[in-house]
């Protein structure tokens, strides 16, 4: 009860400063653009954002980007981590994990760490995926050919290409 019973300069000394919105990313805070809505433009964002409508434009997420079924996104999409469900239409770049789920689509090109494709799920384009490792300072040792022909690997390799690759012997 003392908070009551102080006035309202001393309440306002003794409060802590409330930090601006946009400086402190909320992890709570949950962005969406709902079903029967259409964003244009550029959408960025510091939270987890489900698209349930249409977005048209470039998404950028510093979080989970959920793309529900009846999601639709036309143009790129940069996000952390995404899960798709809907469809998209355009490149999709994860910084760690893509996970397209059954009846999701992506027309485009995928880029990201993580890649998980559940049955009934599609893409069109290329996927690249790169891992960045810890260096080690062993160097990798390959096993020994188990073929003791002199010089077979010489020959298998040798010929011109296409010819005698599938020789059997």
Do not use: W, Y
Not at 48 to 58: L, P, Q, S, W
Not at 134 to 161: I, L, Q
């Amino acid at each position: 009860m003392a908070l009551f019973n102080k006035t309202t300069n001393e309440t306002a000394q003794t409060a802590s400063p409330r930090p601006t919105p946009a400086s402190v990313p909320n992890p709570m805070q949950l962005n969406m653009v709902g079903p029967g809505a259409t964003f244009e433009g550029v959408l960025r964002t510091k939270s987890d954002t489900i698209i349930n409508g249409k977005v048209i434009g470039k998404i950028f997420v510093e979080g989970r980007l959920v793309v529900n079924p009846e999601g639709f996104v036309e143009g790129e999409v940069n996000a952390t981590n995404a899960d798709i469900a809907g469809k998209i239409t355009g490149d999709v770049n994860c910084d760690e994990r893509l996970s397209l789920k059954s009846g999701g689509r992506v027309d485009g090109n995928i880029s990201t760490k993580k890649l998980s494709v559940e049955d009934g799920a599609s893409f069109t384009g290329k996927c690249s995926m790169t891992i960045v490792e810890a260096p080690t300072s062993e160097t990798p040792t390959f096993p020994a050919s188990t073929d003791h022909k002199p010089g077979a690997s010489k020959e298998r390799f040798a010929a011109a290409p296409g010819v005698g690759m599938n020789k059997v012997r």
